[in-house]
C-alpha cells in the first residue's frame, strides 16, 4: 500500500511539474524555479521537485539541455481526449485534436477513467509499426458518476452491477448508504469514492426506481440513465401553479385579436399539449390569410426564473413508448399554454396573405389572442379531406390545396423526403406491448408540417435579413450541413444493388435522385435499411447562432420558432423575435451559442432515451415469442454479427457470426456483407434471411436471433 501511495505521489508531482513546463511553453527551468511556479519554498519541497525531475529524465520524460535545466522532451507526449472503453477493459481515447491519432491504453494504466471521460494522456514513444500507446495521468472531468443497476445486497456488503455494458466495474455500496434499496431492485448509484489501488469505485443508491421487469421501473431506469429527472422540484411546481389560467383583458389589448376568426388544432389522437394552431380567412381581394399561431410560452417563462431554468437544463421533452416527460409542468404543457378548443389563448403568430398559388403577399410576425373552434385528431382531419366534407371542410380542403403547392415547391428547390417507418406499440393495461404496427403518415400530418415549416423559415429569414455584416442580430437557428460525399459515394453503390441510382453531379441533383429513391421504396421491404442509411450518410441537424443553411430542407434560413412548449430553442427563438420587433439591440451571441449547444446535445440524448424504450419494448414484445421464425432483412453487418429486422413487426435482433454454424464468416466492411471463408457464401445488407428468435435478455434490451438456413 505505502508503495502504491508513493507511487501516486510521484504520478501527481510529475502532473503538476509537467504541466508548469507546458504553460511556460517548454522553456528550460531549474528545479528551484520549478518550485517557486508551484509555491513550494522549503527545502525539502524543493529538493523532491529535483528527485522528480532526474527520476523523469530516466524515464526519457524529461531532457537536461544544459546542466542543472530542465525540459519537457516533447511537448505533445501529453495529449487531452475522450475515453472509449472496449468489451476487455482497455480503452482508446479519441483525442480532441481531430488531427491526432487514438491512443490505446491498457486496463491497468487507465487509472479509474471511465467511459466518456475527458483525460489527459501520457503517450510512450512509438516502437516502430506499433499503434500509439498510453497512460492516462488525469482525469479532466467525468462523463457521469450516476449509473443504473441492479442491487446485490447480501448481510454484510452490497453492490451494484451497472446495466451500461461501458461501465466495466460492479459499484461497491456501504449497507448504510441503501437508501432502503433491496436485493435484486433497479437503482440509481453515485459513486461517491475510488480510493487509489481499489479495484472497484464506492456509491451511495440515490433512487430505488422498482422491481426489475416492471413497465415503470424500466421506463424510469431510462430516463435516469439518460440523465433526465423524473419528478420536477417542488419550487418549479410551485411558481407554474401560481400562474393564472385567466388571460387578463389588458393583456388581450395589447395583441392582435383572433378570436373572431375560423382557428383549430390538429394533433395525435393522444396528444395533452396543443402547441399551434392555424387560423383561416378568405380576404375581399380573393387571397387567403393563413395564421400559424403558436403557444406564447415565452410570456409565462420568464428569464432566470426558477421554470426557466429548469426548462433551460431539460431542453426538450422526452417521448418514450408509454409516456411523455415534458420540459415544462403539466400546469403550463397540458393547461395554460395548451391551445385547447373554446378558451381564450396567448400566441405568438406568423401570418401570411396567399394567393392561389401559395404565392406569399404579405407576412406579419408578433403575438396574438386566439379562441379554438375545434380540436382535431389527425384521423379526424384524414376524414374530412378524404370525405371532402365535414367541420370546416372548406378550410381544411383550401389549407391541404396550398400545402400541396408548398410542400412540391420545396422539393422542386431540391428539400429530401425521408419517410422512415415509425414503429409503435399497442399496450395492455399494465404497459406490456401486445401487438406492433407501423405510423401511418397522410396528407393531414404534411398539411400541419408544411405550415410549421412555412412558419420557421420565414421567421429565421425576417431576423437573418433584418441586419447584415457587423450588425447582423444574434440568432438561433437550425442548421443541416452538406453530406460528407465519402459516405454519400457509399450509400449510392450500396443503392445501386437494389436498382436506385443516385446523380452525384450537384446538391440539387443528389437531391432529386433521392427524392425519386424514397418515393420508390415507400411500402418496399428495403424502405427502412435504405432510409435509415440514406439519413447516416447526411450530416446531424443542429442548434447555432452560426448561420448557414439547411440542406436536408433547401432552406436558405431555417429556425424552430413552432414547438415552444416541448423545445427550449423555439422558447429562445420566441424572445430574440420579440426582442427585435420592439427595436431592441442584437442579444449576447455568447450566452445564446452556449445554449444551442446545450439543446443539440439535450435533444440527442432525449433521442437516444426514446431509441432505448423501443428497444425495451421490441424485446418485451418477442420475449413472448421465443423460438417463433420470422421474415426479415439485414439491417446492419458488425465484425461480430449481423443484425436483422423482422418484416412483420420492425423489431431489430442479432445473429452472432459464431452462432452461424457453416462456415467462419468475416466482416467485409466495405461492401456492407459478412463472407464465409471457406464456402465464400455472402450475407449482405439489405438481404432477405429466415431467423427464429433464440433469446431476448430485457434487463440489457438484447434481442438473439439465429439463423435459419435453407
Not at 433584418?466 to 437557428?477: A, E, S
Not at 439535450?602 to 413472448?624: C, I
Not at 458488425?638 to 457470426?657: A, F, P, S
Request: aromatic share 10%; glycine share 6%.
Amino acid at each position: 500500500m505505502a508503495k502504491n501511495k508513493s507511487a501516486h505521489i510521484e504520478q501527481v508531482l510529475t502532473q503538476l511539474i509537467s504541466d508548469i513546463f507546458e504553460k511556460n511553453k517548454n522553456v528550460p527551468l531549474n528545479h528551484k524555479q520549478v518550485a517557486a511556479k508551484l509555491n513550494l519554498k522549503d527545502v525539502a519541497s524543493t529538493d523532491t521537485i529535483l528527485e522528480v525531475l532526474k527520476e523523469q529524465v530516466n524515464k526519457g520524460l524529461f531532457t537536461q539541455p544544459e546542466r542543472g535545466k530542465f525540459r519537457l522532451k516533447d511537448l505533445k507526449t501529453f495529449v487531452v481526449g475522450t475515453v472509449d472503453m472496449t468489451a476487455d477493459g482497455s480503452a482508446f481515447i479519441v483525442p480532441d485534436d481531430e488531427f491526432e491519432k487514438d491512443i490505446y491504453v491498457a486496463p491497468r494504466k487507465l487509472r479509474n477513467a471511465l467511459h466518456g471521460d475527458k483525460v489527459k494522456v501520457y503517450v510512450f514513444k512509438k516502437k516502430t509499426g506499433r499503434k500509439n500507446e498510453g497512460e492516462v495521468v488525469e482525469i479532466i472531468t467525468r462523463l457521469k458518476t450516476d449509473f443504473i443497476g441492479l442491487a446485490k445486497v447480501s448481510e454484510r456488503f452490497a453492490f451494484v452491477i451497472p446495466d451500461d455494458r461501458k461501465m466495466l466495474h460492479d459499484i461497491f455500496v456501504p449497507l448504510n448508504d441503501l437508501n432502503g434499496a433491496r436485493n435484486g431492485q433497479k437503482v440509481q448509484v453515485s459513486i461517491t469514492d475510488w480510493p487509489e489501488g481499489a479495484k472497484n469505485p464506492i456509491g451511495k443508491i440515490i433512487n430505488v426506481l422498482g422491481e426489475q421487469g416492471e413497465n415503470n421501473t424500466e421506463m424510469n431506469a431510462i430516463l435516469a440513465q439518460y440523465g433526465f429527472p423524473l419528478s420536477f422540484p417542488p419550487e418549479v411546481e410551485a411558481e407554474a401553479n401560481a400562474i393564472p389560467e385567466q388571460v387578463s383583458e389588458a393583456e388581450i389589448n395589447g395583441r392582435r385579436d383572433f378570436r373572431n376568426t375560423v382557428t383549430f388544432t390538429i394533433d395525435p389522437i393522444d396528444a395533452k399539449d396543443f402547441d399551434d394552431a392555424i387560423s383561416f380567412k378568405k380576404l375581399p381581394n380573393g387571397n387567403y390569410e393563413i395564421g400559424i399561431h403558436i403557444a406564447d410560452v415565452s410570456h409565462y417563462v420568464l428569464p432566470k426564473s426558477m421554470l426557466d431554468k429548469e426548462a433551460y437544463e431539460r431542453a426538450t421533452s422526452v417521448y418514450l413508448v408509454d409516456r411523455v416527460i415534458p420540459m415544462l409542468p403539466e400546469r403550463l404543457s397540458n393547461g395554460v399554454c395548451s391551445l385547447r378548443p373554446h378558451e381564450d389563448k396567448l400566441c405568438f403568430a406568423a401570418v401570411f396573405e396567399l394567393d392561389e398559388h401559395a404565392n406569399i403577399h404579405n407576412e406579419w410576425f408578433g403575438r396574438t389572442v386566439i379562441h379554438s373552434d375545434r380540436r382535431f385528431t389527425y384521423e379526424e382531419a384524414q376524414e374530412v379531406i378524404e370525405a371532402k366534407s365535414g367541420d370546416f371542410a372548406e378550410e381544411i380542403l383550401k389549407l391541404n390545396e396550398l400545402a400541396y403547392i408548398l410542400r412540391e415547391r420545396k422539393f422542386k428547390n431540391g428539400a429530401i423526403s425521408f419517410e422512415s417507418t415509425e414503429v409503435k406499440f399497442k399496450l395492455d393495461e399494465s404497459g406490456k406491448p401486445i401487438g406492433v404496427y407501423v405510423k401511418e403518415r397522410k396528407d393531414a400530418h404534411k398539411l400541419i408540417e408544411d405550415y410549421m415549416l412555412l412558419a420557421n423559415r420565414k421567421v429565421a429569414e425576417f431576423i437573418a435579413k433584418k441586419g447584415k455584416g457587423k450588425q447582423k442580430y444574434t440568432f438561433v437557428y437550425r442548421v443541416h450541413d452538406a453530406p460528407n460525399l465519402e459516405n454519400l459515394n457509399n450509400f449510392a453503390s450500396f443503392a445501386s444493388r437494389f436498382g436506385y441510382k443516385i446523380n452525384m453531379k450537384s446538391d440539387k441533383e443528389i437531391a432529386k435522385s433521392l427524392n425519386y429513391l424514397m418515393e420508390d421504396v415507400e411500402g418496399k421491404k428495403e424502405q427502412n435499411i435504405l432510409t435509415q442509411l440514406a439519413i447516416r450518410s447526411m450530416a446531424k441537424a443542429i442548434y447555432t447562432t452560426k448561420k448557414t443553411s439547411h440542406y436536408g430542407l433547401a432552406f436558405d434560413y431555417y429556425t424552430h420558432f413552432t414547438s415552444p412548449i416541448r423545445r427550449y430553442p423555439d422558447v429562445m427563438v420566441h424572445r430574440l423575435l420579440a426582442l427585435y420587433l420592439d427595436g431592441g439591440k442584437s442579444a449576447n451571441a455568447e450566452e445564446y451559442e452556449a445554449a444551442s449547444v446545450h439543446s443539440s446535445a439535450m435533444e440527442k440524448r432525449a433521442a437516444d432515451a426514446e431509441r432505448a424504450s423501443v428497444k425495451y419494448k421490441q424485446a418485451e414484445y418477442l420475449e413472448e415469442n421465443v423460438g417463433k421464425t420470422y421474415m426479415g432483412i439485414i439491417s446492419g453487418v458488425t465484425e461480430w454479427g449481423m443484425y436483422v429486422e423482422i418484416i412483420e413487426n420492425k423489431c431489430e435482433g442479432m445473429v452472432r457470426l459464431r452462432d452461424i454454424s457453416d462456415d467462419f464468416y468475416v466482416l467485409d466492411e466495405k461492401n456492407y456483407c459478412i463472407v464465409g471463408q471457406r464456402k465464400k457464401k455472402k450475407y449482405q445488407l439489405g438481404d432477405e434471411v429466415q431467423i427464429k428468435v433464440k433469446k431476448v435478455d430485457l434487463s440489457k434490451r438484447q434481442i438473439d436471433f439465429s439463423l435459419v438456413q435453407q
